[in-house]
């Protein structure tokens, strides 16, 4: 039986519960009987639903499926072994009486981090741990970054100019000054509606007046984060609607390991800034990113303007897109 290839669906189904699944990781579930065939599939939607693993086997016994003692579980992620806002799905495969179960790689959640493994492990169920480890270790790379490293994963977003600026000196009206096409804009949206939360200046806010918000895709809205250490927006802007919540942050001090020592504690797992240039910057200083999202309007030229931000030296280009005549570059760090 080749583990990879239901490690692999199991990835496919938990990516489905991205930008909804929030605090929980993304979760797939795979259940395979003895012959090979899949009797059973689930992923994890929303905080306080059925994990994965119920759902998977919620779907097997929809399906005619009781009896699972010569079956194998699959699921990218350790199951989880402690009482949340829904029972341990480590003790449900226990119940069930599972042969084996295939995991990709453990959680590192504290109240996790091995036990699950370990509870099944006691109940006489094989484990094996490890396949597709790098894929599944990308796949909850938001997850995994917020219970390791205590702060949300980081992506630095920025669109500029066929050259090099991000915004004129002077606008005519309150709101964003296009760099990109409209195809580009809804790639972002679409970046918007997978990640957590979303974070500018309130300089950007008072020249932009932007929503923040999903309108070009369909998905939840982001978290607006916003740095305002004088405490003086407007309450007429478009970031205090009704669409999503807001979060002002209003230390004196805008350093980037405090706002990141916020956003944890507000149990932020993800952020994408969005700037402006001074804040950019700032996280490209202090060398607090994990991707940095470039987008090149081709045919737009401003002349003069606000430059982009520069550049780290430590980055690997991830990929490069094209969007019609926009160019899309993500990088990483090496």
């Not at 004088?230 to 350093?255: A, C, G, H, W, Y």
């Not at 737009?300 to 430059?307: A, D, M, N």
Request: hydrophobic share 35%; with cysteine; glycine share 6%.
């Amino acid at each position: 039986m080749d583990h990879n290839i239901y490690m692999q669906r199991c990835l496919q189904l938990a990516a489905n519960g991205l930008g909804t699944s929030y605090p929980n990781p993304l979760v797939g579930s795979v259940i395979v009987d003895a012959s090979g065939k899949i009797i059973g599939e689930g992923f994890h939607l929303k905080a306080g639903q059925p994990h994965a693993e119920v759902n998977a086997i919620a779907h097997a016994e929809s399906c005619g499926h009781s009896d699972f003692s010569k079956a194998f579980i699959y699921v990218n992620l350790e199951p989880c072994s402690h009482h949340g806002k829904t029972p341990p799905c480590a003790s449900l495969i226990i119940e069930k009486g599972f042969k084996k179960v295939i995991v990709g790689t453990l959680d590192p959640h504290e109240k996790v981090a091995g036990q699950g493994v370990q509870l099944l492990e006691e109940a006489g169920i094989a484990v094996e741990v490890g396949f597709l480890r790098t894929e599944c270790n990308e796949l909850n790379k938001r997850f995994f970054t917020y219970h390791r490293h205590k702060r949300p994963y980081i992506i630095l977003k920025w669109a500029e100019s066929a050259d090099c600026f991000i915004a004129p000196l002077e606008k005519e009206e309150q709101k964003p000054v296009w760099i990109t096409n409209e195809y580009s804009r809804q790639r972002v949206h679409q970046l918007r509606a997978q990640e957590q939360s979303i974070l500018v200046g309130a300089k950007t806010v008072l020249d932009d007046n932007p929503s923040l918000t999903v309108r070009d895709w369909c998905g939840e809205n982001p978290i607006r984060i916003i740095l305002d250490s004088r405490n003086d927006l407007p309450e007429n802007l478009n970031v205090f609607n009704d669409q999503s919540t807001t979060q002002i942050l209003r230390r004196k001090s805008n350093e980037v390991s405090v706002i990141l020592e916020d956003l944890f504690h507000l149990n932020i797992q993800s952020v994408i800034v969005e700037g402006g240039l001074t804040t950019l910057q700032e996280f490209i200083k202090a060398g607090s990113w994990d991707e940095i999202h470039q987008y090149m309007g081709a045919q737009v030229y401003l002349k003069e303007g606000i430059p982009a931000p520069q550049l780290p030296s430590n980055i690997s280009m991830k990929s490069r897109e094209l969007i019609q005549n926009d160019v899309l570059k993500i990088f990483t760090k090496v």
